[in-house]
């Protein structure tokens, strides 16, 4: 099925640094999505986008709509052991149907 | 908010047998929930989209009859996996989209992990 290109793949940092992490696709989205989900877990909602040029917060994450809804980006600043996880981009065409497209997920590994 | 709930959390079939996943909303109603599947290191594809009241829409290459979804209230849906074979072993997470409120927005279960020996 299509899929969302989400980079980088994996990422191994230390306690207190920064994370960036984006998602591109070729087709257009109405909403994007971010998602946390740890192992053997579902994913948990973190942050919803429903606006060409968005930017929302939440806590210590923030994400962006991108202006062209091609791409969407999400920052986690001084990033703690518990963010570790595997993170989800996802996004929403038009339509009727609320199916979510899902990016390829990007790992992140946070060393105390 | 916006908890669902699936069950059971993990199960362990001989091949042949049909399991039964249950997954509900606990705290809102959804007419729509969705059926996905999760390889290992790898992210979700969506199986099929279940709608109450009526017949489930699959995704292209997903076997209707081999994965059946009821979707009987506005708070449960089920997906059976019929005489399952080792390759049906995966991770299986259902989401569901609030009727009301947030727009655009699936919340999803904790997952079943399904084990076909």
């Known amino acids: 099925g299509q899929q969302l290109n989400q980079s980088p793949q994996s990422m191994f940092i230390q306690e207190g640094e920064d994370v960036s992490m984006n998602c591109t696709s070729s087709?257009?989205?109405?909403?994007w999505l971010w998602y946390k989900q740890e192992p053997g877990e579902g994913p948990v909602l973190l942050i919803a986008l429903y606006k060409a040029g968005e930017l929302t917060s939440n806590g210590r994450l923030t994400a962006q709509f991108g202006i062209t809804r091609k791409d969407s980006f999400l920052n986690i600043s001084a990033s703690i052991p518990s963010d570790v996880g595997i993170y989800f981009c996802a996004g929403r065409g038009g339509g009727a149907t609320n199916k979510l497209i899902f990016g390829t997920g990007t790992l992140l590994a946070v060393q105390p | 908010g916006a908890v669902v709930s699936q069950h059971p959390s993990r199960v362990i079939c001989k091949s042949g047998t049909s399991v039964k996943i249950e997954c509900r909303s606990l705290d809102f109603q959804a007419t729509t929930m969705f059926w996905y599947r999760q390889f290992p290191k790898k992210s979700l594809m969506l199986m099929a989209t279940s709608n109450e009241g009526s017949k489930a829409t699959y995704e292209q290459g997903v076997e209707k009859d081999k994965f059946l979804i009821n979707h009987a209230s506005l708070t449960l849906s089920t997906l059976t996996v019929t005489s399952a074979h080792p390759e049906d072993s995966s991770f299986y997470i259902c989401s569901a989209s609030p009727l009301a409120g947030v727009r655009d927005t699936q919340y999803f279960g904790p997952g079943t992990r399904l084990t076909v020996l």
């Open positions: 087709s257009i989205f109405n909403t």
